[in-house]
């Protein structure tokens, strides 16, 4: 077992949402696999943290463990309190009490997650019509005016649309609605711009920015995108095979970076000014298999600095400035 993950700097508020060594092993045809290992985070209200890396690094199972969504055969360890509730344990019905009313989240695929079945009006307003209340008329009104802060075009005459006749980018902002229905205390947001154009990703962003600040929300978003992440976070956490590897402030990690995967993901993005014909920089290899993660540091097979003892002994925090630790002991060579 790796050392505990070092504490974020005090802040004024306590933690909103708080992970403790959270493991999470999958049911598989070839046994159980540990998708988790050891997540330990903090987020504030009012705080934004962003989680980055490849496919397959835990990122988006992270988020489900969070809201109580994994699959019934998951084993899942360790300790996630929401507002101070422990979590982990909780009954269905103690989840369903706070899944779109306090906590939400914005889906990366929002076909699969919108009921094809019911309009977009329904589905936004069922969480304001269970958890708040509301009318039936007061709710459709609400939805209105969510999707018209999303911008959807033409809102009030997709309000009875079904999501097969939306696009992808209409059926991400219906998502987007939804999830700021009932006004969280905790956001999720996988990969929330991915079908916007760049003119509605800013409006839709900027939205999200607003609540964070004004009501207090603790956002914690997923995404590829590393300009995005510079832009709208606090914080980064960067994840790979199942286990968090850096815990920055997000300045330091884009000026600091310190693990070998962090060095290998920002070097890899591209740069306006880069000479045409320039081949961008590439990580070596691909993400393990669950059942192919080693004994040790999982990027051990990528790495251009690994020793025996990387693929042997599981790398333990180390503290590089106030508030940014990394696991990996060679973190200073170059």
Known sequence: MSAALEPSPPTTAPPLLQLRELEVSLHTPRGPAKALRGLSLDLARGQTLGLIGESGCGKSLTAMAIMGLLPEAAHVTGSIRFDGQEMIGSSDAQWAALRGARMAMIFQEPMTALNPLHPIARQIAEPMRLHQGVSASQARRRALALLERVQLPRARERLDAYPHQLSGGQRQRVMIAMALACSPDLLIADEPTTALDVTVQKEVLGLIAQ????????????????????????????????????????????????????????AARPRLGLPRGTRLETIAGRVPELFDLPEGCAFADRCALVTDACRTEPPQWVPINPGHQVRCPRWELP
């Open 211 to 266: 609540l964070v600040r004004e009501d207090g929300m603790g956002l914690l978003l997923i995404s590829h995108d590393l300009g995005l992440m510079h832009d709208q976070t606090e914080r980064v956490m960067v994840m790979y095979g199942g286990s968090v590897v850096e815990n920055a402030p997000t300045r330091e990690v884009f000026s600091r970076r310190a693990h070998p995967y962090t060095r290998g993901l920002l």
